[in-house]
């Protein structure tokens, strides 16, 4: 718990590691009720490499498909040990959570496993060339030279904005929720995701 808190703070303090920041101008994402893009992609859950297809996944209900800009960063550090906390909840919901971002698999099997941010309980997946970004209609824009994680290591790879798309069965974009353009923080593309899940099962 605090270390936890004390990545709460770093988070708040550590504008060296400061993401490059996409502005609402530069920024489209696909928005209901637009048909979600299909996709398949390496990715990891536990520290282990597999395919995530997501026509599969939505066959078994609901999926949270969440871009992040990058593996071991501040927001997204929180925005990972969130879902992780809430794991159980959207799994009570028949609901799949997949992480997206340009890491490489090699980093993401790293951070699918660590206790203090996947911590196992759900997948993250590779998109280095930033396609599935962009079939999703977000932006993609190059990191500045010598940026380099929570951990001190340099990050070479290009970012996304935090973007979360609430996909129903059947392929459809129930809901996006952004940081550039809707100002959501880190803790709310988890809440207020796992709300709407929860009221699509109640219905």
Avoid at 2 to 8: D, I, P, Q, R, Y
Avoid at 56 to 63: F, I, Q, R, S
Avoid at 100 to 113: K, P, T
């Amino acid at each position: 718990m605090t270390k936890m808190k004390n990545l709460f703070t770093a988070a708040l303090l550590a504008s060296a590691l400061a993401l490059p920041a996409l502005t609402s101008t530069s920024f489209a994402a696909l928005k209901p009720p637009s048909m979600a893009p299909e996709f398949a992609a390496p990715a990891s859950l536990a520290g282990k490499e597999f395919k995530f297809d997501l026509a599969d996944a939505l066959k078994k209900g609901p999926v949270v498909v969440y871009f992040y800009p990058s593996a071991y960063t501040q927001g997204c550090n929180i925005e990972a040990h969130t879902f992780a906390e809430n794991a159980d909840a959207f799994a009570a919901v028949n609901t799949t959570i997949i992480g997206v971002s340009h890491d490489s698999i090699a980093r993401l099997n790293d951070y699918s496993a660590d206790p203090d941010y996947c911590a196992g309980k759900f997948p993250v997946a590779s998109d280095p060339d930033g396609a599935i970004a962009k079939s999703y209609d977000l932006s993609v824009r190059a990191g500045r030279e010598g940026m380099k994680d929570s951990r001190g290591n340099e990050i070479d790879h290009a970012f996304t904005e935090r973007t979360t798309f609430v996909i129903k069965p059947g392929g459809e974009i129930v809901a996006t929720l952004s940081s550039a353009e809707d100002k959501v923080t880190p803790v709310e593309h988890v809440e207020k995701s796992l709300a709407i899940v929860k009221e699509m099962s109640a219905k």
